[in-house]
C-alpha cells in the first residue's frame, strides 16, 4: 500500500505575492504548512530576487498546473546598463562594466522594436531547465556552463515605463511574452545589441495567464489569517479547481456519457466540432455543472480522458 499525505484533503489554487529573497520551493513549502495541505506544487518558478504573482495548487488543482506553465507571463522590470553579470540578475558577480552615460532612449527604444513578436532566445544557464538531468542552475553555480538550443518564444509587447540616464542608466519596463521566455535573458540580449551590456535588477510579476496580482495574497497576509484559526477563511481565499484553465472550450455530459467518461473512455460528443478542432483539450463538466476533468477531441467526434478529479 502507497504512503498516505500527511494533512488534509485541500483543493484549489491559491494566488500568492511572492516575497523578495526566498525561493519559489520555499514558498511553497510555507504555504502548504499554513494550509495544512496534503498535496501542493508551484507553477513556474520565480527567482529568490522577483517578487509577485505565483499561483500555488493544492490536491486535485495539481492535475491541471501543466496550463498554467504553459499561460502567457506579464512582468514589471528594470534593466541596468552598462554593466552585466554572470546570472543576468542582481544576485551574482559582475563580470563586465562599461559606462554608458551615451545612453539615450531613443537608441534604447529603436532596439526594443527588434525584440517584439517572435523572437529566438537562448535560456540562461540560471534557468532552472535540465541538462543531462542537473538543474542549469546547479551546473552554473559550479562555474560549469553548457551549450543551450535557442528557442521560440513570443514577446506581445515591451514598454518603456521610465528611464533613468547616468553612467549606468535604469530602464524601467512592462513586458507580456509567452511560456519560456527568460527576462534575464532578454535584458542580456537588449544591453548585448546596444553595445553596453545589461542585467536585471529588479522583477515583479504582475500576471500568469488570466490571474493577476490583484487578487494575489502576501505570505504576511496569509499567516496573519492562519493566526486567527479560520480554516473556512483560508479555504475561502482559494479559486476554483479548473479556474486556471477557464479559457479552455467546455463540454457537458449526460449521465451516462459521465459513467463512462470517468471510467477512462472516450465518449462521442459531435457537438464539440462547432467550437474545436481535433487536438484540442476541452473542460469537462457532469450535466448538472460539476467539473470532472478535461479531455482531448478527436476526428470521429469522440472526446477522450486526459485528467479527471476524483
Known sequence: MGRRNKGRQVNGIFLLNKSLDISSNGALQRVKYIYGAAKAGHTGSLDPLATGVLPICFGEATKFSQFLLDADKKYTATFKFGISTSSGDAGSHIISKKGAEKLGIKEINDTLKMFRGKILQVPSMYSALKHEGVRLYDLARKGISVDRKARNVEIYSLETVDFRSGSFPELDLEIHCSKGTYIRSLAEDIGDSLGYGAFVSKLHRRAVGRFNENDSITQKELELIKDSDSVNKLDSLLKPVDSGIQHLPEVHLTEN???????????KQPQVFRDCKEGD?????????????VAEVFADGKITP?????
Open 281 to 293: 483539450i476541452v473542460r469537462v463538466f457532469q450535466q448538472e455543472g460539476s467539473f470532472i476533468g
Open 257 to 267: 456519457a459521465t459513467f463512462n467518461f470517468c471510467q477512462g473512455q472516450p465518449v
Open 306 to 310: 486526459k485528467r479527471l478529479i476524483v
